[in-house]
């Protein structure tokens, strides 16, 4: 009986210190650590995605904004709002689909567990 208590003890301490590891992870993230956009191309149009991946669930809020301009003109895109994200898995905030050859600026946002990252960085992945 003292061994199983012992053996659960310890390991509810370990489950305790991987979780405060992984909450002071997101608190102190940078921008490649847990968000930033992704490019691809798609039918002739250039694909900018938002994303955040965090080692625990996040509620939260983001602000997605691009500035555009190219040969067809120019344009201010800004999308925002809640989310929830389940941890480990990279979850999509925002998506615009602008000319392939345009000159862009991303400005992005993401504020949960009462910090606020700058994501304005591409990312090839953020895993």
């Given at each position: 009986?003292?061994?199983?208590?012992?053996?659960?003890?310890?390991?509810?301490?370990?489950?305790?210190?991987?979780?405060?590891?992984?909450?002071?992870?997101?608190?102190?993230?940078?921008?490649?650590?847990?968000?930033?956009?992704?490019?691809?191309?798609q039918?002739?149009?250039?694909?900018?995605?938002?994303?955040?991946?965090?080692?625990?669930?996040?509620?939260?809020?983001?602000?997605?904004?691009?500035?555009?301009?190219?040969?067809?003109?120019?344009n201010?895109?800004?999308?925002?709002?809640?989310?929830?994200?389940?941890?480990?898995?990279?979850?999509?905030?925002?998506?615009?689909?602008?000319?392939?050859?345009?000159?862009?600026?991303?400005?992005?946002?993401?504020t949960?567990?009462?910090?606020?990252?700058?994501?304005?960085?591409?990312?090839?992945?953020?895993?």
């Open positions: 009986m003292t061994t199983t208590t012992r053996i659960s003890t310890i390991a509810l301490l370990g489950f305790g210190l991987a979780a405060i590891a992984a909450t002071s992870s997101i608190a102190n993230a940078s921008t490649t650590d847990g968000c930033g956009f992704v490019t691809s191309t039918n002739g149009m250039l694909v900018i995605e938002g994303a955040v991946l965090s080692p625990v669930a996040l509620d939260g809020s983001y602000q997605f904004s691009i500035q555009s301009s190219g040969g067809g003109g120019s201010n895109i800004s999308q925002g709002g809640y989310f929830t994200a389940a941890a480990n898995q990279q979850t999509a905030l925002g998506k615009v689909m602008i000319n392939a050859g345009s000159n862009y600026k991303v400005d992005f946002k993401v949960a567990n009462g910090k606020t990252l700058d994501c304005d960085q591409e990312i090839a992945s953020l895993r």
